[in-house]
């Protein structure tokens, strides 16, 4: 049986990995273009995933999913250890991903590459260590975890309620999420069918509501 927290955790990864291809896409696009991309659109999308994957999701595998997984088995300890520096390092490259976004803006073409490496290097970087949990860590979890514990990181989980994965915006986020959809292109659009899908709903409830 999959756990609600596992089918979330996967659903999240899917639209992290998503975001990440339409921002590598949009700067390579500019780049072949010589076109200098919509800053706003891509503050707002780097703002998303310091805002949801990062505050969110690594951090509740870091403080809830590892801590039970270490409780209950001694396997595995030194790749949690790597996936919670991982989660550490994570926040300090978003914020260094979204300085070198600003240098871009402000001091245009010669922080370019700067700014493109540095988009790589992140996407490379959470690609990487989502596939590992994926493959790794999740069905070792399904393995030893108790059913308390799954009741705990379910609650946990479902309260993310991350829009692109299809949950209705809270308030405070509704106009950030409404410029996300707006401004990511059509044909790039946000990878994978759910979030797509998620995306073509929220995209939906936002035009009967206006
Ligand atoms: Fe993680
Ligand atoms: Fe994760």
């Avoid at 089918?7 to 072949?32: D, T, V």
């Avoid at 991903?97 to 240098?103: C, D, I, N, T, V």
């Avoid at 959809?181 to 059509?186: H, Q």
Wanted: negative net charge; glycine residues 4%.
């Amino acid at each position: 049986m999959t756990h609600v927290a596992t089918r979330i955790i996967r659903e999240e990864h899917a639209a992290l990995a998503a975001m990440l291809r339409s921002i590598l896409l949009l700067i390579e696009q500019h780049r072949r273009e010589s076109t200098q991309p919509d800053f706003a659109a891509l503050r707002a999308m780097l703002f998303y995933v310091d805002e949801f994957p990062e505050q969110r999701h690594h951090r509740k595998e870091s403080e809830l999913l590892f801590p039970k997984l270490r409780a209950r088995t001694p396997l595995s300890r030194e790749l949690l250890d790597k996936l919670d520096a991982d989660h550490a390092c994570g926040e300090h490259m978003i914020r260094e991903l979204e300085h070198a976004l600003l240098g871009f803006e402000m001091l245009g073409e010669s922080r370019r590459l700067a700014f493109e490496q540095a988009a790589q290097r992140y996407a490379d970087f959470y690609l990487a260590h989502m596939a590992l949990e994926e493959r790794e860590i999740l069905p070792l979890a399904e393995r030893v975890l108790t059913v308390q514990d799954w009741a705990d990181l379910d609650e946990a989980f479902a309260a993310n309620r991350d829009p692109l994965i299809g949950h209705d915006p809270e308030p405070d986020y509704r106009a950030l999420f409404t410029r996300i959809v707006g401004i990511v292109p059509a044909p790039i659009g946000l990878g994978s069918p759910r979030t797509t899908i998620a995306t073509a709903s929220f995209r939906r409830r936002q035009q009967e509501t206006s």
